[in-house]
């Protein structure tokens, strides 16, 4: 099957880590069959120059120029199954643009919008929906509804990716192995209303190390590591329309709700608990001292 992405070199892309000095785009290249021969093509209205990456690791597996017609670029290779392929579009020359063709004669070409580096340790915290694991979230923004998503995680360790609902918290989808090796690869179609959390975790309890998150569509941004308790976050960031300071001699003037099903009594002025199921756990005889605002409770 062949597949074939148009793009654009220009100034607002990136500098290639491999190659300083020229912008770059980068491609998951995926769906790709055991022991067939993948040729890529790189057409351009500049020198093209077409590399492929090992995605674990950024390094560069080939390279090629002029191996097209003209000024063109054409790798051919046999896809090693343990390998994540990322195909990238540069220029042989410095600070070249345009726009240009990449062509696969197998698997698929997925513009590879975003990608962040991290690590889990023992100062993350536990995962609210796996514990004993260690978490690291990130809110995916800048999607379009019906858009299609894949996210790969791809760790030192045996990972796990999950997708939250941000606004409840809840897990729409997990995956552990969908990647190569023990790495994770999650594929979702964008829905409306839907604020899309991707936490990269571990399968084990307590592994750590370093990982990278990439995704198709959208970017990422970190969040705070609560992203399963929104309520509490909301709560912590809003304050209630009823409350307003107060002027303290009024204070005891205030009137309870009328309808409430409790009534909490509060006793100022001291107690003693005897003969109850606390004293069998905290002693025979516990002291409550009355309030007081200045260290004199008589």
Excluded: C, K
Excluded at 247 to 269: G, K, M, P, W
């Amino acid at each position: 099957m062949i597949s074939t992405v148009s793009g654009v070199l220009n100034s607002n892309d990136g500098n290639n880590p491999t190659r300083s000095g020229r912008y770059y785009d980068d491609y998951i290249l995926t769906d790709l069959p055991a022991r067939t021969s993948v040729q890529l093509n790189l057409n351009g209205v500049f020198d093209t120059y077409l590399q492929l990456i090992d995605a674990e690791t950024g390094e560069a597996i080939a390279n090629n120029d002029d191996g097209g017609p003209g000024l063109n670029s054409q790798l051919t290779f046999t896809p090693d199954s343990s390998i994540d392929y990322i195909v990238r579009a540069t220029s042989f020359g410095s600070g070249a643009t345009g726009t240009y063709n990449l062509i696969t004669t197998t698997g698929e070409l997925l513009a590879l919008t975003n990608t962040i580096n991290g690590t889990l340790d023992s100062s993350d915290s536990n995962n609210p929906t796996r514990n004993g694991r260690y978490h690291d979230d990130y809110s995916l923004d800048n999607l379009t509804v019906g858009q299609q998503v894949q996210v790969n995680l791809d760790g030192a360790f045996d990972t796990y990716l999950q997708l939250i609902n941000g606004d409840t918290g809840a897990v729409i989808a997990n995956n552990d192995d969908g990647g190569s090796g023990l790495n994770s690869q999650l594929n979702f179609t964008v829905e409306s209303g839907v604020d899309y959390v991707i936490r990269a975790t571990s399968f084990g309890s307590g592994a750590t190390g370093e990982y990278g998150l990439t995704t198709t569509a959208g970017s990422f941004s970190s969040v705070a590591d609560e992203p399963a308790e929104p309520a509490m976050r909301a709560a912590r960031s809003v304050v209630p329309e009823t409350y307003r300071p107060f002027d303290a001699s009024q204070v005891f003037n205030l009137n309870s709700n009328a309808r409430a099903n409790h009534t909490i009594y509060l006793d100022f002025d001291g107690h003693r608990t005897t003969g109850t199921p606390w004293n069998s756990r905290y002693g025979n005889n516990l002291v409550t001292p009355a309030y007081s605002t200045d260290s004199d409770t008589s």
